[in-house]
C-alpha cells in the first residue's frame, strides 16, 4: 500500500527566506509523486510531478523537489519565499496504473514580511 | 489539456435532503476519475475512484455513492446528507502528467 507523511503541518518563513516542505513516502512499487499548491477555496493545482526520469525536479513558480530513493523523500523547497507562496501544500503519490492516488495531510506555508 | 468541471460552487442544504453534485472531464477520454473530501485540518480523504464508466470503488464506508454513466461525468450523491458530510469537495482527473482538479464545492449541511 502507497502512502505520503507530510512533516509539519504549518511551516512559517519570512519573505525571502528558503522554503522546506518535508515529504517522506511508502510504495512498494516505483512511484510517482506529486506536489500541489492549494490557494485558499479553490482547488489544488499541480506544482511539479517525478515521474522516474530526472531527480530533480522544476516546477513553477521557482518551487523545485528532489526524489531521494534512499531516503524515500520527496522535499519540496524554493529558495527565496514571496508573500504569494502562502497557501496549503500537498504531497500526493500514485502507482503507475493510476488507481491509487494518495495525498499528505498538508502543510499550510505562512510568509511574514 | 484537461479541463475539469465541477457544480455549484457552493451549496447550503438541510440534514436529511439529497445530494448530487457533478463532474465533468474535458480534453481527454477515458480517465480515472476521483472524488475527495477536503475537511479542515485533516488533509484530503478519497471517497470514490472510477477508471471507467459504471466502474466504482469505495474507499470508506460512508452516507454516499458515487456513480459514472459516462466517460467523462462522475457523479457524487447522497440519499440523506448528515451535518459530518458538511466539507469541500473535489473532482479530480488522473493522467500521465498529473492529477487535474476541479475548483470544487463547498458544502454546508444545517
Known amino acids: 500500500a502507497q502512502s505520503v507523511t507530510q512533516l509539519g503541518s504549518h511551516v512559517s518563513v519570512s519573505e525571502g527566506a528558503l522554503v522546506l516542505l518535508r515529504c517522506n513516502y511508502s510504495s512498494s512499487v516505483p512511484p510517482y509523486l506529486f506536489w500541489y499548491v492549494q490557494y485558499p477555496n479553490q482547488g489544488l493545482q499541480l506544482l511539479l510531478k517525478y515521474t522516474s526520469a530526472a531527480t530533480l525536479v522544476k516546477g513553477i513558480n521557482g518551487f523545485e523537489a528532489e526524489f531521494k530513493k534512499s531516503e524515500t523523500s520527496f522535499h519540496l523547497t524554493k529558495p527565496s519565499a514571496h508573500m504569494s507562496d502562502a497557501a496549503e501544500y500537498f504531497c500526493?503519490?500514485?502507482?503507475?496504473?493510476?488507481?491509487?492516488?494518495?495525498f499528505g495531510k498538508g502543510t499550510t506555508l505562512s510568509v511574514s514580511s | 489539456s484537461q479541463t475539469i468541471h465541477q457544480w455549484p460552487a457552493t451549496l447550503v442544504q438541510p440534514v436529511g435532503s439529497p445530494l448530487s453534485l457533478e463532474c465533468t472531464v474535458e480534453g481527454t477520454s477515458n480517465p480515472n476519475l476521483y472524488w475527495y473530501r477536503q475537511a479542515a485540518g485533516r488533509g484530503l480523504q478519497l471517497l470514490f475512484y472510477s477508471v471507467g464508466i459504471g466502474q466504482i470503488s469505495s474507499e470508506v464506508p460512508q452516507n454516499l455513492s458515487a456513480s459514472r454513466p459516462q466517460d467523462r461525468q462522475f457523479i457524487l450523491s447522497s440519499k440523506k446528507l448528515l451535518l459530518s458530510d458538511s466539507g469541500f469537495y473535489l473532482c479530480?482527473?488522473?493522467?500521465?502528467?498529473?492529477?487535474?482538479f476541479g475548483q470544487g464545492t463547498r458544502l454546508t449541511v444545517v
Open positions: 479530480a482527473c488522473l493522467t500521465g502528467i498529473g492529477a487535474f
Open positions: 500526493a503519490v500514485t502507482n503507475q496504473a493510476g488507481t491509487a492516488l494518495i
